[in-house]
Nanobody, 125 residues
């Protein structure tokens, strides 16, 4: 089992940048495909990005492609989401997640098994 703790959220102006981090404890994060999701008020949780165990493969939602970059440092058991050119519509609680499944299965069905408590990102216009 793995425990996930997000950090780095905050308030930023539109066009600005922010990096959120997810620290994993317990079983090493390299055992999992890692992902980021977000949930805005009144909306369903949506997929943002995912990264394979080695970090060699990544996936992004169309809404963040070209602006967000996911990365991981397995030696530090940490996953990052670098967010650039932020827009007010990026405002949400951002959640880190971990999956036992293979990369191909995650891409197809996104079965995530562990979740962090979330970190708030607010983008002002």
């Amino acid at each position: 089992q793995v425990q996930l703790v997000e950090s780095g959220g905050g308030l930023v102006q539109a066009g600005g940048s922010l990096r959120v981090s997810c620290a994993a404890s317990g079983r090493t994060s390299s055992s999992y495909v890692m992902g980021w999701f977000r949930q805005a008020p009144g909306k369903e949780r949506e997929f943002v990005s995912a990264i394979s165990r080695s970090g060699s493969s990544t996936s992004y939602a169309d809404s963040v492609k070209g602006r967000f970059t996911i990365s991981r440092d397995n030696a530090k058991n940490t996953v990052y989401l670098q967010m650039n050119s932020l827009k007010p519509e990026d405002t949400a609680v951002y959640y880190c997640s971990a999956s036992h499944a293979t990369w191909q299965v995650v891409l197809a069905r996104q079965p995530y098994h562990y979740w962090g408590q979330g970190t708030q990102v607010t983008v002002s216009s």
